[in-house]
T-cell receptor, first 114, second 116 residues
Framework: AQSVSQHNHHVILSEAASLELGCNYS??????LFWYVQYPGQHLQLLLK????DPLVKGIKGFEAEFIKSKFSFNLRKPSVQWSDTAEYFC????????????WGAGTKLIIKP | DAGVTQSPTHLIKTRGQQVTLRCSPK?????VSWYQQALGQGPQFIFQ???????QRGNFPDRFSGHQFPNYSSELNVNALLLGDSALYLC???????????????FGEGSWLTVV
């Protein structure tokens, strides 16, 4: 069965610090990978996605993620965070045989101190 | 604007009651999926509708049922509500293309259900 693991439930950083949020998945086949963000009181928004090709994916708001197939990982990075990045971040995986069902990590709450 | 609209945004029900949540997908999308997101957890897949039929189902009891209408909008029904059903219910829409799964999924703002 597919599963997604996000290593940290809570992360607290100061502005301008670098960010890396871990995401590992278990699935033997080809996958689509996603990072979604949920700002307080708002809906889930897509940050970036990986379907195929270049494993380094750039998303909105300066975020990027790298797909490392050998490690079953898709870590999210940002070189310099801002206070406005305070939100909950979710990693999600879709196996190519799962017909659009997303399997989600438990989320990481990111708090940026001004 | 997410493009996916859900109603109501908040509601409170009593144990044993029934609830219906509604979703209109993003324009041009034909597939609707429902997710339950409990506090502090990631979303859990409930089921997916395409061409007015339930196509996939997650690990949820039969108390959870749904419907998709010819205009692609969808309803989620939950019968005999339990306290544990309190959660954010998310609707997601996408465009199903035969032989491809690389389509982005868009989410609505969700319906907050509190069961007391």
């Amino acid at each position: 069965a597919q599963s997604v693991s996000q290593h940290n439930h809570h992360v607290i950083l100061s502005e301008a610090a670098s960010l890396e949020l871990g995401c590992n998945y278990s699935y033997g086949g080809t996958v689509n990978l996603f990072w979604y963000v949920q700002y307080p009181g708002q809906h889930l928004q897509l940050l970036l996605k990986y379907f195929s090709g270049d494993p380094l994916v750039k998303g909105i708001k300066g975020f990027e993620a790298e797909f490392i197939k050998s490690k079953f990982s898709f870590n999210l990075r940002k070189p310099s965070v801002q206070w406005s990045d305070t939100a909950e971040y979710f990693c999600a995986v879709r196996g190519m045989d799962s017909n659009y069902q997303l399997i989600w990590g438990a989320g990481t709450k990111l708090i940026i101190k001004p | 604007d997410a493009g996916v609209t859900q109603s109501p945004t908040h509601l409170i029900k009593t144990r044993g009651q029934q609830v219906t949540l509604r979703c209109s997908p993003k324009s041009g999308h034909d597939t609707v999926s429902w997710y339950q997101q409990a506090l502090g957890q990631g979303p859990q897949f409930i089921f997916q509708y395409y061409e007015e039929e339930e196509r996939q189902r997650g690990n949820f009891p039969d108390r959870f049922s749904g419907h998709q209408f010819p205009n692609y909008s969808s309803e989620l029904n939950v019968n005999a509500l339990l306290l544990g059903d309190s959660a954010l219910y998310l609707c997601a829409s996408s465009l199903r293309s035969r032989g491809r799964t690389g389509n982005t999924i868009y989410f609505g703002e969700g319906s907050w259900l509190t069961v007391v």
